[in-house]
């Protein structure tokens, strides 16, 4: 039952996240200019994200007592400030490789190939995260896979 918590949650959002390069680029076609998609989708994602944090909040039955900052999560916040500002920069980038590939799901490889990296490296140096000798073997696997689909999508 614990290992569904994780598996479930997991395939639903990384199937939704599969969902956005295709309907980025669809979207895209219509909009000439980066700049305006851009500031366009994250007007839209904060008007959504808002609406879909305050639903799920009153169903989890969260009260606004409940999210006032006590001296234990403001220190979190020098850690939410970052990413935030790191998630808008990413997005920025995200959509300028939309708009200039052909190739959507290289886009997505890439990034899935150096986030998955990234992750695993940042986490052993930072967060003391044993890595264990298959993972050598996966990170291998995954920048041939990474090189391979580079090397077809130029052809």
């Known amino acids: 039952y614990s ?10 959002s990384s199937f939704m996240f599969g969902l956005v390069p295709i309907l980025d680029k669809k979207a895209l076609e219509y909009f ?5 998609y851009s500031v366009l989708r994250l007007i839209a994602y904060t008007v959504f994200t808002f609406w879909v944090i305050l639903g799920y909040a009153f169903y989890m039955g969260v009260s ?6 006590n001296s234990e999560n403001k220190q979190g ?8 500002l790191i998630d808008s920069v990413a997005f920025i980038f995200y959509i300028l490789s939309i ?21 695993l490296l940042l986490s052993h140096y930072y967060l003391g995260q044993r890595l264990k000798p298959g993972m050598g073997l996966s990170f291998g696997v ?12 130029s052809k």
């Open 3 to 12: 290992m569904l918590n994780l598996i479930v949650p997991l395939f639903v």
């Open 32 to 36: 000439p200019s980066v700049k305006q």
């Open 64 to 69: 606004f007592d409940d999210l006032k900052l």
């Open 77 to 84: 916040l020098k850690y939410l400030i970052p990413l935030a």
């Open 99 to 119: 708009k200039a590939g052909e190739h959507t799901g290289m886009v997505s490889l890439v990034g899935m190939g150096v986030t998955l990296i990234t992750t």
């Open 142 to 153: 995954i920048f041939i896979g990474i090189v391979m689909t580079l090397y077809y999508s």
